[in-house]
Structure formats: C-alpha cells, structure tokens
C-alpha cells in the first residue's frame, strides 16, 4: 500500500535556526496538509496545498512557516526562526479527495 | 470555528467488551467526520468516516453513527482486542471541492484488558 514518507524522523536544531521539513506525498494525491501534535495533545492543522498554492491555513500558520513543492515529489515545511514552542511532531498528510493519509511524522525539538 | 468535544479522555475495557467514544461539535455546516487511531508514537490513521447525508456506517467491528440534529457522532467498537488499544481522535470538517480542514477532539486513551 503506498505511503506517505518523511524526513527526517527526529530533528534537533537550536533556537533562532531554520529547519526544513520534508515529505513525499502518495503519488496520485492532489491534496496536501501539514498538522503538528504537541506531546500529549491533539492534532492541530497548519496548512493546506493545492493546485500549487496555499488553499487554508490556520493561525498556526505564521509568517515564520512556508510550504513548498520544489518538484513533482517533495512536499517541505520551513520554519524560519524556531521557537521553543514550535516543538512538536509535525505530520505531513496527503488525499485525494477522500480520506487523508498521514505520514509517520517529524519529531522537531527545539533547544 | 469548529468546536469539537470528545468524551471520555480515558477508557478502560475488557477484551471481548464494547467500547464506545463520543463526540459533539458545534458548527452546523460540517459534513464530514472521520476517525483516526494513533498508537504509540505512530501516525494518526484513518479507521472510518461518516458525511452527513448517512446516519450510521459500520466496517466489521467498527461502527460510527451520526445525529445531525444534535451535531453529536459516536465511534462504537466491539469485541475489543488488546491491538485495539491506542488513541482514538474524532474530527469535524467541512468537505468543499475534495478537500477537508478536519477539526480535532481531544482524544480518547482506550484501553483493552486482555
């Protein structure tokens, strides 16, 4: 069954640093979202893409996050300047038009 | 927004027992509600969805119902198995043009006794 990849699966960057999330969405899917879950919480969405561009985000989504994809494969969150508080896994999730598939997240630590 | 409330956050069964988690959520326009299980440090994945123009959906020992009048939807899961245990999360979202911005609960533990 095809899956939604990511990496890294464990990230650990300084304070202030720029990080790059990466994933690779189902090839088929047309649909794409990132998600963070804070330890222990629930899951809370970030963003969605289509069609090439930002179709939703939430208030999450600052001006410190962006989404990109680079090709017809990769699908990346950056982070600007991290925060102690942007701490979390972070999930990548793609569909297409149905149900979303999501990956086994980036766990981001923040020091 | 979407307010989406989940209950309980912590639930303890016997294997063979039924489990039931309930959801309520606030905006009336929401159409799609999917469930997703998350084990232990492992992605959220979806079990079963339900929209808003069916009141009950059942997949083997899984069953959602829905009361849009009530705006309240329940996932139901019988004869527990131990691999049942995990996270389970509701959600509530809007589906426009294929896509959905789901709305979370909390979660809820469940916990299966062999």
């Known amino acids: 069954e095809p899956e939604v990849t990511q990496t890294p699966s464990h990230q650990v960057t300084q304070m202030g640093q720029e990080v790059i999330l990466r994933c690779v969405p189902i090839?088929?899917?047309?649909?794409f979202y990132w998600y963070r879950q804070i330890l222990g919480q629930k899951v809370e969405f970030l963003v969605s893409?289509?069609?090439?561009?930002?179709?939703?985000k939430s208030e999450i989504f600052d001006d410190q996050f962006s989404v990109e994809r680079p090709d017809g494969s990769n699908f990346t969150l950056k982070i600007r300047s991290t925060k102690l508080e942007d701490s979390a896994m972070y999930f990548c999730?793609?569909?297409?038009?149905?149900?979303?598939?999501f990956g086994d997240g980036t766990r981001l630590s923040i020091l | 927004g979407e307010n989406v409330e989940q209950h309980p956050s912590t639930l303890s069964v016997q294997e063979g027992d039924s489990a039931v988690i309930k959801c309520t959520y606030s905006?009336?326009?929401?159409?799609?509600f999917p469930w997703y299980k998350q084990e232990l440090g492992k992605r959220p994945q979806l079990i079963i969805d339900?929209?808003?123009?069916?009141g009950e959906k059942k997949d083997q020992r899984i069953a959602v119902t829905l009361n849009k009048t009530a705006k309240h939807f329940s996932l139901h899961i019988t004869e527990t198995q131990p691999e049942d245990s995990a996270v389970y999360f509701c959600?509530?979202?809007?589906?426009?043009?294929?896509?959905?911005?789901?709305?979370f609960g909390r979660g809820t533990s469940l916990i299966v006794h062999p």
């Open positions: 999730a793609s569909s297409d038009g149905g149900g979303q598939h």
């Open positions: 090839s088929n899917h047309l649909y």
């Open positions: 893409f289509y069609n090439n561009e930002i179709s939703e």
């Open positions: 905006d009336s326009a929401s159409n799609y």
């Open positions: 339900i929209r808003s123009n069916v």
């Open positions: 959600a509530a979202s809007i589906e426009s043009g294929g896509s959905y911005i789901p709305t």
